[in-house]
Protein backbone atom coordinates (compact mmCIF):
# COMPACT_ATOMS: atom_id res chain seq x y z
CA UNK A 1 0.00 0.00 0.00
CA UNK A 2 0.84 3.91 -0.03
CA UNK A 3 3.10 5.01 2.59
CA UNK A 4 4.88 8.33 3.25
CA UNK A 5 7.75 8.26 5.82
CA UNK A 6 8.82 11.46 7.07
CA UNK A 7 11.85 11.79 9.15
CA UNK A 8 15.06 13.91 10.50
CA UNK A 9 13.10 16.77 12.35
CA UNK A 10 15.20 17.41 15.42
CA UNK A 11 15.97 20.69 17.48
CA UNK A 12 18.33 22.90 15.83
CA UNK A 13 19.72 26.13 16.55
CA UNK A 14 19.20 29.31 14.52
CA UNK A 15 21.17 29.58 11.66
CA UNK A 16 21.52 25.79 11.58
CA UNK A 17 20.86 23.25 8.94
CA UNK A 18 18.48 19.93 8.92
CA UNK A 19 17.70 17.36 6.06
CA UNK A 20 14.06 16.21 6.39
CA UNK A 21 13.89 12.33 3.66
CA UNK A 22 10.07 11.39 3.11
CA UNK A 23 10.39 7.49 2.24
CA UNK A 24 8.09 6.71 -0.15
CA UNK A 25 6.57 3.03 -0.90
CA UNK A 26 3.22 1.28 -2.56
CA UNK A 27 3.87 3.60 -5.67
CA UNK A 28 6.10 4.91 -8.86
CA UNK A 29 7.90 7.85 -7.53
CA UNK A 30 8.67 9.88 -10.83
CA UNK A 31 4.72 9.13 -11.41
CA UNK A 32 3.76 11.25 -8.71
CA UNK A 33 4.20 15.62 -7.49
CA UNK A 34 5.84 15.14 -3.80
CA UNK A 35 5.63 18.41 -1.87
CA UNK A 36 6.62 19.23 1.87
CA UNK A 37 3.53 21.32 3.85
CA UNK A 38 4.13 22.57 7.57
CA UNK A 39 1.91 23.33 9.81
CA UNK A 40 3.32 25.59 12.79
CA UNK A 41 1.01 25.42 15.76
CA UNK A 42 -1.86 27.43 15.79
CA UNK A 43 -1.89 27.92 12.01
CA UNK A 44 -2.83 26.74 8.65
CA UNK A 45 -1.10 24.12 6.51
CA UNK A 46 0.89 25.99 4.23
CA UNK A 47 2.92 24.68 1.04
CA UNK A 48 6.69 24.63 1.60
CA UNK A 49 8.04 22.95 -1.17
CA UNK A 50 7.44 21.05 -4.28
CA UNK A 51 8.86 18.49 -6.93
CA UNK A 52 6.57 17.48 -9.94
CA UNK A 53 6.93 13.94 -11.37
CA UNK A 54 8.59 13.40 -14.97
CA UNK A 55 9.58 16.91 -15.67
CA UNK A 56 10.75 17.20 -11.95
CA UNK A 57 9.42 21.46 -11.61
CA UNK A 58 10.39 22.71 -8.71
CA UNK A 59 8.55 25.10 -6.53
CA UNK A 60 9.36 27.05 -3.41
CA UNK A 61 7.09 29.11 -0.82
CA UNK A 62 9.21 32.84 -0.55
CA UNK A 63 9.61 32.35 2.71
CA UNK A 64 12.33 29.31 2.23
CA UNK A 65 13.74 30.46 -1.09
CA UNK A 66 17.78 30.72 -0.74
CA UNK A 67 17.33 28.81 2.65
CA UNK A 68 15.65 24.85 2.18
CA UNK A 69 16.64 22.79 -1.21
CA UNK A 70 14.31 19.66 -2.55
CA UNK A 71 15.57 17.01 -4.17
CA UNK A 72 14.36 13.63 -4.95
CA UNK A 73 16.74 10.02 -5.45
CA UNK A 74 14.23 7.57 -7.25
CA UNK A 75 16.68 4.75 -6.71
CA UNK A 76 15.95 5.05 -3.61
CA UNK A 77 12.54 6.29 -3.64
CA UNK A 78 12.69 8.96 -1.03
CA UNK A 79 12.27 13.22 -1.45
CA UNK A 80 14.55 15.05 0.82
CA UNK A 81 14.04 18.60 1.99
CA UNK A 82 17.70 20.60 2.88
CA UNK A 83 16.90 23.10 5.19
CA UNK A 84 19.47 26.13 6.26
CA UNK A 85 19.53 29.13 7.88
CA UNK A 86 16.90 27.65 10.14
CA UNK A 87 14.72 30.28 11.92
CA UNK A 88 12.27 30.35 14.39
CA UNK A 89 9.33 30.82 12.11
CA UNK A 90 10.15 27.66 10.50
CA UNK A 91 9.40 25.79 13.87
CA UNK A 92 6.19 23.36 12.53
CA UNK A 93 5.63 19.66 12.11
CA UNK A 94 6.74 19.28 8.55
CA UNK A 95 4.80 16.23 6.12
CA UNK A 96 5.52 14.96 3.21
CA UNK A 97 2.38 14.05 0.54
CA UNK A 98 1.73 12.79 -2.78
CA UNK A 99 -0.09 14.51 -5.55
CA UNK A 100 -0.76 14.11 -9.11
CA UNK A 101 0.64 17.78 -9.51
CA UNK A 102 1.96 20.02 -7.18
CA UNK A 103 -0.68 21.90 -5.94
CA UNK A 104 -2.60 23.00 -2.46
CA UNK A 105 -3.10 20.60 0.44
CA UNK A 106 -6.43 19.67 -0.46
CA UNK A 107 -5.09 18.16 -3.85
CA UNK A 108 -2.85 16.06 -2.58
CA UNK A 109 -4.28 12.52 -1.84
CA UNK A 110 -1.57 10.90 0.33
CA UNK A 111 0.06 11.95 3.08
CA UNK A 112 2.42 11.13 5.67
CA UNK A 113 2.39 11.96 9.50
CA UNK A 114 4.59 14.26 9.79
CA UNK A 115 7.80 15.21 11.35
CA UNK A 116 8.60 17.85 14.05
CA UNK A 117 11.40 20.85 13.64
CA UNK A 118 12.51 23.11 16.64
CA UNK A 119 14.65 25.82 15.81
CA UNK A 120 15.68 27.34 19.31
CA UNK A 121 18.97 28.14 20.93
Known amino acids: QVQLVESGGSLVQPGGSLRLSCAAS????????IGWFRQAPGKEREGVSC????????FYTDSVKGRFTISRDNAKNTVYLQMNSLKSEDIAFYYC??????????????WGKGTLVIVSS
Open 26 to 33: GFTLDNYA
Open 97 to 110: ARGAECSGPSSMDF
Open 51 to 58: ISGRDKTI
